[in-house]
């Protein structure tokens, strides 16, 4: 996971807090994504971007915001938190899209968001 | 629409048993990826293959094999003489060719593999 930082690793909400999870990467990669993990659900896409000033929804977008004001860092914002909102957050990071020959996607290490 | 089905939840197995993992996909794109993650118990995403919808030969890495079959929609994970440290979930992604949606990756819900001694 060498490139792609997550921050916080671990975090309690209460309901109706707001927060913003951060995402950087140090590689000048294009592509970025944030993803929430559920049990029994794997991975969905909550919202990505294909470069500086360019994002768009994914598959479960409600109740999240995000920015790409510059290449390095994608944050996530929860503006008023909800318990659904409980979930592993990973962002990635990508020089080309998913499946360029030579590619790799880079994953950050997670976060563990707790919405009480 | 994209869609990754893994419809195997938990597989257990004994050290050095061989163990196959299903993947199916569904898509409306003639150009694709196929991927293979593995996530241990510590929770990160560990890369283990790509695959374009151009190439179905199969591959070998070591103990692991991927047997990709586009008539079946099939894109199956094997590893061979199982060990305790394949101990993990595996997750089966998707992505389209589209450039405007191609840092997309669909996820299957993951089959977790627990190898005992």
């Known amino acids: 996971n060498a490139g792609v930082t997550q921050t916080p690793k671990f975090q309690v909400l209460k309901t109706g807090q707001s927060m913003t999870l951060q995402c950087a990467q140090d590689?000048?990669?294009?592509?970025m994504s944030w993803y929430r993990q559920d049990p029994g659900m794997g991975l969905r896409l909550i919202h990505y971007?294909?470069?500086?000033?360019?994002?768009d929804q994914g598959e479960v977008p409600n109740g999240y915001n995000v920015s790409r004001s510059t290449t390095e860092d994608f944050p996530l914002r929860l503006l008023s938190a909800a318990p659904s909102q409980t979930s592993v957050y990973f962002c990635?990071?990508?020089?080309?899209?998913?499946?360029?020959?030579?590619?790799?996607?880079?994953f950050g290490e997670g976060s563990w968001l707790t919405v009480v | 629409a994209q869609k990754v089905t893994q419809a195997q939840t938990e597989i257990s197995v004994v050290e050095k048993e061989d163990v196959t993992l299903d993947c199916v996909y569904e898509t409306r794109d003639t150009t694709y990826y196929l991927f293979w993650y593995k996530q241990p118990p510590s929770g990160e995403l560990v890369f283990l293959i790509r695959?374009?919808?151009?190439?179905?030969q199969n591959e070998i890495s070591g103990r692991y094999s991927w047997n990709f079959q586009k008539s079946t929609s099939s894109f199956n994970f094997t590893i061979t003489a199982s060990q305790v440290v394949d101990s993990a979930v595996y997750f089966c992604?998707?992505?389209?060719?589209?450039?405007?949606?191609?840092?997309?990756?669909?996820f299957g819900t993951g089959t977790r593999l627990q190898v005992t001694l």
């Open positions: 971007s294909v470069g500086a000033g360019i994002t």
């Open positions: 590689m000048n990669h294009e592509y």
């Open positions: 990635a990071s990508s020089l080309r899209p998913a499946g360029h020959s030579g590619n790799t996607i880079y």
């Open positions: 695959r374009n919808s151009f190439d179905e």
């Open positions: 992604a998707l992505s389209e060719a589209n450039t405007g949606t191609a840092s997309k990756l669909t």
